[in-house]
């Protein structure tokens, strides 16, 4: 390999590599992408080339790079390429790479100078490479060729924008130095994606080839179009060199010749050539390495810090010792009854906010689940007439009855009382799965020893599971209580002589008017014009009407359905939908919304759907079994054979009404009670007191506290966690001082790059002197083509003349003698070598006697911006 910079980085790249695979992690450098730019055969595949260290790449005149050649190098123990297009193929000769990059291209582009966008995709694995990715690009050019398009200038370069316009990419803007440096396309390109000049590099190649006598000193010095990182000088390979298999060593030797024999460029000789290029990119990555640091030192510190106070239980750590697992089992059994508490009294720290647990899914159960359940049991308005209907008839037997018998309406009463236990058993049979779920929630803290946590969970369930019995038998007693005697001097009871002004009050109980009951979202879906269609909407249910609007802001009203002789039925879910469904019709077989009967509305969940509905339930809109009077007056007339035992079933309905309503509410008061008394307080006793004594009866500590497999292997894992953790920080900071980070060079004045067409200065070259150096003729040359010159005064090139004040162009000096068309700057002769023996007094150098000019052209020809 020639690359000596890159091989002293790959040690440090893989010492942070292999810290990071020690803790099981990835370090995520993300090295910068280095691409190449500039016009045809400038030089630029060389330059790559030479950066890598290898002779693989298509070479020759013209247009050679006709595809961009993604070359990515990945650090391996063995050698070898392998192309995207055929992985299943290893090269090791690079003499094949070049070929089959040859081949590639042609295949793609054809043989005839056509170019192609399509990349090339160049894996090198080598154990002298770092992960880089490289990029060689096809020349900027301006005149299509072969079977080029008329657009090939702009098809190259937005070819080339795209791969350096990444914020990671190094761009080395590759110039030849026998070309005007201010018609640079390839710094042109470079300042449009790096206007601060951070990411280019200028590269001057072809130095050897420059016209006898001028040479790119003062543009290699940056004194000349200056750029933030400057530009390196470089002699790459002959066509001749190339054909005659000069390799890269014989090649980086003669350029070091070239440097140091130059007279031009041998005081600068150590900041010139390919090895200061392999140099300055390499500090690059290095740069780049250790800006990554801090980030990787802080995320290695925070990890060190989570682990370190339960690193600090383990590092004394003995398995058998019985005072350790003692003192654990009081801990954990302690805990367990600490956090069971809070899941279920509810607490500060720790809250779940992504779904409801423990107390609050009970509350729901209590507040919601259960008035429901009673509400769908109670209003069976068919049913219930018939049965008041038969108890009269039965109880009046032959006779005809005159009064409304009391019989009948205690019969009814005590059957209705009885339909109470399904629920309430229901809501207890709720309540135990709840409290079962918390339990193994809360034993999730012992995973570390699994016989404890099953044993902790078989105690704590089976006492649940006893306390259910007892539970349930209290509430059936309550019920059977309620059931032993009609109280109807109750407060709340109507009695006979309210009974008929009931009915017309029937199902006409609001809450407080416009007030607000409950917002959301939820999905209406059959709104849509497509069927199974559906839209998410903000739902407002206030004591008097369902309104719905576009966001929660409530600006945009959609639509308000008043809630009058509305009711809820339940709609199956659709086969392909994951939400759940419940639907809003009216009773009187009206359309609900536009021209649809009824409107379904979903959810996420079952819960929200129970929650809605107990909400609705509260705004007065009941399950779809509370049928309306009229709608059965039809079927009535079949139980009833004459108007006063209809006024009869109709006085008893509404005795009925009143004393269940009564019954009700107590039970909704009392069940939470109960339950709350005989199971849930009695549990939390339980934990406190009991669970202790009952584990120690159940197995002896020792089996108790066996630790699980998965445990040791966490705490093996933890302690070697944290000893990675503390020896890649070492490393980081091993790296930190062993590596030294280049500062960003000062801003330059760039400007011309932003206006190549304005004014361009000169080129720089020395001027003529009035001594000769021995044994070298100064160079002859004819008169320059190009603009007049202005006539200098007699005698103005003799030494007693003080130098002339050096042109820059610009606004200023075009208009400084008020003059619009001010004559052209003087242009210089051609420089002559001073002698290195010259006598005392006669100064060395000459300053210019004209500014700058952008890059080294050949004397003879004027720039085209003059």
């Known amino acids: 390999m020639g690359n000596r910079g890159m091989e002293e980085l790959i040690p440090l790249v893989n010492k942070l590599q292999d810290a990071f695979s ?10 910068p992408q280095i691409a190449v730019v500039g016009g045809q055969s400038a030089g630029k595949s060389s330059v790559l080339e030479n950066f890598v260290g290898r002779d693989f790449l298509p070479r020759g005149s013209g247009i050679v790079t006709r595809r961009p050649l993604i070359l990515q190098l990945i650090f391996s123990k063995t050698e070898y390429a392998e192309f995207l297009h055929c992985k299943s193929k290893k090269f090791t000769d690079f003499d094949e790479v070049r070929q089959e990059i040859e081949a590639e291209t042609d295949r793609v582009t054809g043989t005839n100078k056509g170019i192609s966008p399509v990349p090339i995709n160049l894996r090198v694995y080598s154990p002298h490479v770092l992960n880089l990715t490289l990029i060689d690009l096809p020349g900027i050019t301006k005149v299509p060729v072969g079977d080029q398009p008329p657009d090939i200038e702009y098809q190259i370069k937005d070819m080339i924008l795209q791969f350096i316009s990444r914020e990671s990419s190094l761009i080395l803007a590759v110039t030849p130095a ?4 201010a018609n640079s396309d390839a710094l042109k390109l470079a300042k449009e ?14 130095l050897d080839l420059m016209d006898e006598g001028t040479d790119a000193r003062d543009v290699l010095e940056n004194k000349l179009l200056p750029l933030r990182r400057g530009y390196i000088g470089v002699v790459n390979r002959s066509q001749k060199d190339i054909e005659g298999k000069k390799d890269i060593r014989a090649a980086l030797a003669a350029e070091r010749k070239f440097f140091l024999s130059h007279p031009a460029y041998r005081h600068m000789a150590d900041r010139m050539g390919t090895p200061h290029l392999q140099k300055t990119l390499n500090q690059q990555l290095t740069n780049h390495i250790r800006e990554s640091l801090p980030a990787l030192r802080s995320k290695l510190q925070s990890q060190l810090l989570s682990l370190e106070k339960e690193v600090e239980e ?5 398995p058998d010792d019985p005072t350790r697992k003692t003192k654990a089992l009081l801990q954990m059994v302690q805990q367990f009854g600490v956090d069971f508490e809070k899941r279920i009294e509810g607490s500060g720290d720790q809250v779940d906010t992504l779904e409801l647990s423990g107390g609050a899914r009970i509350n729901r159960i209590f507040h919601e689940r259960f008035p429901f359940e009673l509400v769908k049991m109670e209003f069976d308005e068919k049913d219930l007439r018939r049965e008041i209907s038969y108890a009269i008839k039965n109880i009046h037997g032959v006779r005809t009855g005159l009064f409304t018998p009391d019989l009948a309406f205690e019969a009814i009463v005590k059957k209705q009382v009885v339909k109470l236990k399904e629920p309430c058993l229901k809501c207890v049979d709720l309540v135990i799965q709840e409290l079962i779920n918390t339990v193994r929630q809360c034993t999730s803290k012992l995973s570390s020893y699994p016989r404890l946590r099953e044993e902790t969970e078989r105690i704590v369930t089976t006492y649940i599971r006893e306390r259910e019995g007892r539970t349930k038998d209290q509430i059936l007693l309550l019920i059977d209580i309620e059931q032993s005697y009609i109280n109807t001097n109750h407060e709340d009871f109507i009695g006979f002589a309210n009974a008929q002004q009931r009915s017309t009050q029937l199902n006409k109980k609001r809450a407080i008017p416009n007030q607000v009951i409950r917002r959301g979202w939820l999905t209406i879906n059959n709104i849509s014009l497509m069927k199974g269609g559906s839209k998410e909407y903000w739902f407002v249910l206030t004591a008097e009407s369902l309104s719905w609007y576009k966001d929660e802001e409530e600006k ?3 639509y308000m359905l008043p809630l009058d002789n509305l009711k809820i039925r339940d709609v199956e879910k659709g086969f392909m939908s994951n939400k759940h469904v419940f639907a809003i019709f009216n009773t009187e077989q009206r359309n609900v919304y536009k021209d649809l009967r009824q409107i379904e509305l979903a959810c996420d969940s079952q819960e929200d759907v129970d929650s809605w509905k107990a909400s609705f339930l509260r705004a007065g809109v009941y399950p779809e079994k509370d049928q309306a009077e009229n709608e059965d007056g039809a079927q009535e007339n079949t139980f009833s054979m004459d108007p006063q035992l209809e006024r009869q079933v109709e006085t008893i309905r509404n005795l009925v009404d009143s004393y269940v309503a ?11 009670k109960t339950i709350m008394h005989l199971m849930i307080n009695n549990t939390k006793a ?6 202790l004594a009952y584990l120690y009866s159940s197995a002896d500590q020792s089996s108790l506290m066996e630790e699980s497999a998965d445990q040791a292997q966490r705490r093996d894992d933890m302690l070697r966690m944290y000893h990675a953790l503390k020896e890649a920080l070492n490393i980081i900071g091993d790296i930190s001082t062993s590596t030294v980070s280049t500062p960003v060079p000062p801003p330059v004045d760039d400007t011309w790059l932003q206006s190549p067409s304005s004014h361009s200065p000169t080129p720089q070259r020395r001027p003529v002197s009035s001594v000769h150096p021995p044994g070298r003729p100064p160079a002859v040359r004819g008169p320059t083509p190009g603009p007049p010159m202005i006539p200098l005064p007699v005698g103005a090139a003799t030494s007693s003349l003080p130098p002339p004040i050096p042109y820059r162009p610009g606004p200023q000096s075009v208009f400084a003698n008020n003059d619009l068309f001010p004559a052209p700057p003087q242009i210089p002769s051609r420089p002559v070598r001073i002698p290195p023996g010259i006598p005392p007094g006669v100064p060395s150098r000459r300053p210019p006697a004209a500014p700058s000019r952008p890059t080294i052209i050949r004397p003879a020809e004027p720039s085209l911006l003059d």
Do not use: A
């Not at 020690?22 to 090295?31: A, K, N």
């Not at 383990?314 to 003995?318: E, G, H």
């Open 22 to 31: 020690s803790i099981g992690q990835s370090c995520h450098l993300d090295l």
């Open 178 to 181: 026998n070309m005007d440096l």
């Open 193 to 206: 994606v790096d206007p601060q000049g951070l990411r280019t590099i200028g590269v001057i190649t072809k």
């Open 314 to 318: 383990y590092k004394n750590f003995r």
């Open 556 to 558: 945009e009203k959609k």
């Open 662 to 672: 009564i019954i009700n509410k107590s039970i909704r008061d009392l069940m939470p």
């Open 686 to 691: 339980f934990i406190h007191h009991e669970l």
